[in-house]
């Protein structure tokens, strides 16, 4: 089964910006729905954002709607604008075994997250 991995986090200022990445390993990341997902601490996991696996059909969490953009082509991308703190955690790259799902439950294909720290 298909492992996501993850990169392009780290530490930026307020207002700045940052381009997730998002690799299947052991398999490739096509013919899945890719979602991400972030984790902050003392938080309940979030659903940021997927996208199918032709692209066609992506979700955005309303919280980051108009700053954050997934896309793809062999890989996945999280592209983070205007970033405030409230967006600092782990992020989480994961695969479904589905072209596409809005349930976030079935993304079970998980990474290991890249950080993301934002400071003020």
């Known amino acids: 089964q298909v492992q996501p991995v993850e990169s392009g986090g780290g530490s930026v200022l307020a207002g700045g910006s940052l381009r997730l990445s998002c690799i299947g390993t052991?398999?490739?990341?096509?013919?899945?729905?890719v979602g991400w997902f972030r984790q902050a601490p003392a938080k309940e996991r979030e659903f940021v954002a997927a996208?199918?696996?032709?692209?066609g059909d992506r979700y955005i969490e309303d919280s980051v709607k108009g700053r954050f953009t997934v896309s793809r082509d062999h890989d996945v991308y999280l592209q983070m604008n205007r970033l405030n703190p409230e967006d600092s955690g782990l992020y989480i790259c994961a695969a479904a075994p589905t072209p596409w799902t809005l349930n976030s439950h079935e993304y079970e294909f998980r990474g290991q997250g890249t950080q993301v720290t934002v400071s003020s």
């Open positions: 996208i199918s696996w032709s692209g």
């Open positions: 052991r398999g490739t990341l096509n013919g899945h729905a």
